[in-house]
């Protein structure tokens, strides 16, 4: 088997675990700050007892309980939350290595932003994994930790400084997905570094009978609540490859910054619904600022060839030259075992059948990927102007 197969199995078996590792630690993590906001003062008035929940789900009722400095014995068993979170950020990072790194200038390099060699870009890439985590993490030792508006504004500023800076070092889509990397990064090491270990002294000192440091609970609380909001951005990220109309825009930066505030947004609508809130302002605001982008985004009209001058021939050769080397049932461009998402474009039919999903690649220039094949702006707007003229095959 050859690896480029190999590499197609491996892309797919990390993206699924991804995905259900994912939803696992983000729907807990929903779970949990929605049962906090909605805790109730205990009805029993147990002074142990922080607030009180009561649900019915699944044919059943429950009754849950927050002991702040524990119930005051060491329940077994325990449950922890943390699998969830490492292997989403293994899996996440895995998967970002085997595509981001392995086919560096396909996915990650674009020499018209930065001629970078795959090691430096690989290099810069990983330093800004570390550089996010370690800014993040001495922000939150600061008073200002502890201020939740304050770390929302720094958390912006931030982001934005890192998508500025990451589009003008990667490709549009490698950049989007550095970015997110860095925030995923910055989640899963929460869940490690602080919230984990925090935990760990609170079991201690209850086995230990000793007093409960509210600090090492408070400590976690804030980082799970900045978790809490990044989850709705790092979805959008993690979905934006899919979508070049974002990062092939050139304000690709700004565009990320935007889609991420209407996701925060959003989530702060949720958290104070949970709480009794219905803050809809929240909600409008985070839709505003995603109508805005669309708008902002929304192409120009491209100026369209006389239809009768593009005849197919000359479609077919452009293709033979600029995509098939990659869209043919047997690439033989080595980095692919398969076509790329199965599009393969190698005869007249399937050229005409998938006109409108491959003129809106083109048009978005979003394919050939970094026009690593060298595709002509005439090329481009005659491929175009066959596809507005009908497709038509004589
Ligand atoms: C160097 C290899 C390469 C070349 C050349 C290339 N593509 Fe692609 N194409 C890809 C890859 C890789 C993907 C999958 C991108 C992804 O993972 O989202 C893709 C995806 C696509 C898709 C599906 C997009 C989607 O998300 O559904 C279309 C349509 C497409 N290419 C059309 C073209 C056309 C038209 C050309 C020539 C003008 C072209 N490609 C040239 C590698 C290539």
Request: hydrophobic share 50%; charged share 15%.
């Amino acid at each position: 088997m050859d690896t480029a197969y190999l590499a197609e199995w491996a892309n797919l078996l990390l993206r699924w675990l991804h995905v259900i590792a994912g939803m696992a630690w983000i729907g807990a993590s929903f779970y949990f700050m929605g049962l906090d906001q909605s805790l109730k003062a205990p009805k029993d008035g147990d002074p142990l007892v922080r607030g009180e929940q009561w649900a019915v789900h699944g044919g059943g009722f429950y009754q849950k309980k927050k002991f702040i400095a524990g119930p005051g014995f060491l329940p077994e068993p325990l449950h922890w939350s943390k699998w969830e979170a490492y292997w989403t950020w293994i899996s996440g990072f895995s998967l970002f290595v085997l595509m981001y790194y392995g086919q560096a200038s396909t996915y990650l390099i674009d020499p018209d932003v930065a001629d970078l060699a795959p090691w430096e870009a690989i290099g810069i890439s990983l330093a800004l994994l570390v550089v996010a985590w370690v800014a993040y993490d001495l922000i939150c030792r600061t008073p200002l930790g502890d201020d939740g508006i304050a770390m929302a504004i720094i958390g912006m500023a931030a982001l934005t400084l890192a998508a500025w800076l990451c589009t003008q070092l990667f490709s549009g889509r490698g950049a989007y997905l550095q970015v997110g990397a860095m925030i995923g990064t910055i989640m899963a090491a929460n869940v490690l570094m602080i919230i984990i270990p925090g935990q760990k002294k609170m079991v201690a000192a209850v086995v230990a009978n000793g007093p409960i440091d509210p600090r090492w609970g408070g400590w976690g609380k804030q980082r799970s609540i900045h978790n809490n909001y990044m989850t709705l951005p790092v979805i959008f990220i993690m979905l934006s490859p899919h979508y070049p109309m974002f990062w092939q825009h050139e304000q690709a930066w700004l565009l990320l910054v935007a889609m991420a505030l209407a996701g925060a947004l959003v989530r702060q609508f949720f958290n104070l619904k949970h709480r009794g809130i219905a803050a809809y302002d929240f909600w409008l605001l985070g839709a505003a600022v995603v109508v805005l982008v669309a708008v902002f985004i929304a192409p120009p009209k491209r100026a369209v060839v006389a239809a009768e001058a593009v005849p197919f021939a000359e479609v077919r050769t452009i293709m033979e030259a600029r995509c098939v080397e990659c869209h043919a049932p047997r690439p033989s461009n080595t980095a692919f075992a398969v076509a790329p998402k199965g599009v393969v474009l190698h005869t007249p039919n399937q050229i005409r059948r998938q006109a409108q999903s491959w003129s809106a690649q083109v048009r978005t220039e979003a394919m050939p990927p970094n026009n690593s094949t060298g595709l002509t702006e005439s090329e481009r707007a005659r491929l175009l102007a066959w596809v507005a003229a009908g497709a038509r095959l004589d």
